[in-house]
């Protein structure tokens, strides 16, 4: 069974640049996470799709980070533009739907902003 | 909001040692709870969960038990490997499933 599938693996850019993530889910899984991991901190939720419709994006900056999740499967982070405190990797993860149905989680983008 | 407070690292132990690592928790409800750990150059996986209170979660010799009484989640193992070295998270989720972690305890083994 085919993983959680994210690209790019790495991306450097500038501060004030936009840039996207992609990720690919487990497949029947219409639940999708996209979170923000720190150096050194625990994964921060940054938004929950169940298919294509948000379930939570309470800690979403949605100021600078928009993401979409068209047809229910592929998702899309954007940030615009990129801040220095935006270095961090971003993972995508997915699940079945139901109250404790595990996470399956990407490889994630690790993002430097310089 | 739903919040996982677990003890700061890094912990270093020498292999065939007692394993606690603490974790509390904050929510509303009745929330489900999780351990997660990621291994040196590998991706966040599900070591053990509990779905209500008093359950016991376990696997690879891992146990954490629910206890509402304390709102806690601590993992033990009674006897730790030099390949038990990796970071390890307490997570709770409610009903949506929204998975919120804990900052993450860094366990070193030493042979």
């Known amino acids: 069974e085919a993983g959680v599938a994210q690209s790019p693996r790495y991306k450097i850019i500038e501060k004030r640049q936009s840039v996207a993530f992609w990720c690919n889910p487990i497949?029947?899984?219409?639940?999708l996470y996209w979170y923000q991991q720190i150096l050194g901190q625990g994964p921060k939720l940054l938004i929950q799709f169940q298919n294509n419709g948000v379930v939570d994006d309470s800690q979403l900056p949605k100021d600078r980070f928009s993401a979409e999740r068209l047809k229910g499967v592929d998702s899309t982070l954007k940030i615009q533009p990129a801040k220095l405190e935006d270095s961090a990797v971003y993972l995508c993860?997915?699940?079945?739907?139901?109250?404790?149905?595990?996470?399956?989680f990407g490889s994630g983008t690790q993002l430097s902003v310089l | 909001g739903n919040s996982v407070t677990q003890m700061e690292g890094p912990v270093t132990l020498s292999e065939e040692a007692f394993l606690t690592i603490n974790c509390t928790y904050t929510a509303t409800g009745y929330p489900s709870l999780f351990w997660y750990v990621q291994y040196p150059g590998e991706g966040l996986q599900l070591l053990l969960k509990?779905?209500?209170?008093?359950d016991k979660g376990s696997n690879k010799g891992f146990e954490a038990t629910y206890r509402k009484e304390t709102t806690s989640f601590h993992l033990e193992k009674g006897s730790v490997q030099v390949s038990d070295s990796a970071v390890y998270f307490c997570a709770l989720s409610d009903r949506h499933n929204d998975m919120r972690f804990g900052a993450g305890t860094r366990l070193t083994v030493k042979p």
């Open positions: 509990a779905t209500k209170a008093d």
């Open positions: 497949s029947g899984h219409a639940t």
């Open positions: 993860a997915s699940s079945l739907v139901g109250r404790s149905e595990k996470l399956f």
